[in-house]
């Protein structure tokens, strides 16, 4: 219960009776479960409790080999032999059995990474769902996606996910490549694999020819043997910009192709002119959603002067109604922070902030003894060249800035190094229009925030990253235009 709150919601845990886990996990290669080559294992954690949910193999430089070796022959022999038609069934079949599997799905997704069940439940799997959907849909219709040209695919595709939206990462990854006739090894999470563990299983259901996905579990150094692997044709990430930099420069003159959607520093703008609550409700939504995991987190809040304390007090008010603790209960808004490393990340911003001179203010809610928690936190009184402003913290920390006009917003909102997304909050079209037209950013949501659709790409400017994933843009990725 949050301090300045008379009242409580009672506890409603989602049972975790309905799914099954397994003690260990192998790496799935060649449509089987394998023991790694170096024989070792690393748990993966529940950071809500860091209690131990499964031990999961180490994937060394052989096993990585042996993963893309399958998967070279099964598109040699296979994938790309196959009517698209009959390569876009499987890709249905995986979209329903996730769909049948969703609660289940949810649950590990919550226990392995921390997010809250209400997310995980209603966004995470269910959008990871409609990806397998969106792009079954296109693998036999690839000649309408590029009219006039003939795509062809890649070969292997070498994928490397993080830990922040486990299930629809591999989601992201997996379909577009699947729906141009590529084979693959994805590589997840250190912190979160079990979700694609699952998903080994559904492909083991949906007949899915062997070799055609692999999943190679490890941190780093499995990520790295992949990204070196000399039969590799394409690398896609998701992660830190400094790995997305290591990845540039590791396949530079190799002939790899390579998307990468790396950090975000998003600015969310609020004009006086726009509904106050629901831009209140929107601020929450873009910062404290997934515990601020989210690359397009809107961690700059930009507000126009004569609503600033307005906003302010209302947002002061509204974080201490937040409910931070068991990720499996539903009235949760705010789950465990992933990792100890990312905690312990957070808390360094936190006290840079107040170093450089930033007024500090936190939820007032009590967090668990056990398991890594952060309290819903902003920043004011910072300035644009302050270290919290300028960097990716990953976390539910906002530093909120003023201003009076529409062009000096837009310079403060283009002053970082990231270009990934935005929020407007207006009753203006016009304001609408100009503000997301000259803010150099992939996507600018305009009075909402956080809000994707298969059917829509997503994708960086700057040091965001290079290309786009979703919609028709995600497929470009995955193929070569004649
Ligand atoms: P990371 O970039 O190290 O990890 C992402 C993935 O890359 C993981 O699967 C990891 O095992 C793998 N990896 C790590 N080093 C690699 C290498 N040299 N070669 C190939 N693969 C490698 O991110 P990390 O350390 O977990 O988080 C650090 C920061 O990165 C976060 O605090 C956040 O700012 C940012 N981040 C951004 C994400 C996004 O969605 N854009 C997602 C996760 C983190
Ligand atoms: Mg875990």
Known sequence: MNKKQSWAYSPAPESTGHITLKDQYDLFINGEFIP???????????PATEGKIAKVAEATKADVDKAVKSARTAYEKIWSKMASKERGKYIYRIARLLQERAREFSVIESMDGGKPIRESRDV????????????????????????????????????????????????????????TGNTLVLKPAETTPLTAMKLAEIIQEAELPPGVINIVTGAGETGRFLVNHSDINKIAFTGSTEVGKYIMKAVAGSGKKYTLELGGK?????????????????????????????????????VQEGIADQIISKLRKRMDTLVVGDPLDKNTDIG??????????????????????????????????????????????????????????????????????????????????????????????????????????????????NKFDPGAPFGGYKESGIGSEGGVEGLRGYVELD
Request: hydrophobic letters at 45%; one cysteine or more.
């Open 36 to 46: 790694s080559t170096g024989g070792k294992y690393f748990d993966s954690i529940n």
């Open 124 to 179: 995470d799997v269910p959008l990871s769902a409609a990806h397998f959907f969106y792009y079954a849909g296109w693998a036999d219709k690839l000649q309408y996606a590029f009219p006039g040209r003939s795509p062809k695919s890649l070969g292997v595709a070498g994928q490397i996910i993080p830990w922040n939206f486990p299930l629809l990462m591999a989601a992201w990854k997996l379909a577009p490549a699947l729906a």
């Open 266 to 302: 998003a600015a969310n703008i609020i004009f006086e002119d726009a509904s106050v609550d629901q831009a209140v409700e929107g601020i929450i939504n873009s910062i404290f959603f997934n515990q601020g995991h989210v690359c397009c987190a809107g961690s700059r809040l930009y």
């Open 336 to 449: 465990a922070i992933n990792s100890i490393i990312q905690l312990d990340k957070i808390k360094m911003f936190v006290n840079m902030g107040k170093d450089e001179g930033g007024t500090i203010y936190q939820s007032s809610c009590n967090l668990p003894d056990k398991g890594y928690w952060f309290a819903p936190t902003i920043f004011t009184d910072v300035s644009q060249s302050n270290r919290i402003v300028q960097e990716e913290i990953f976390g539910p920390v906002l530093a909120i800035q003023t201003f009076r006009t529409v062009d000096e917003v837009i310079t403060k909102a283009n002053n970082t190094p990231y270009g990934l997304s935005g929020g407007i909050w207006t009753n203006k079209g016009s304001k609408i229009f100009k503000v997301s037209k000259e803010i150099r950013a992939g996507v600018i949501w305009a009075n909402t925030f």
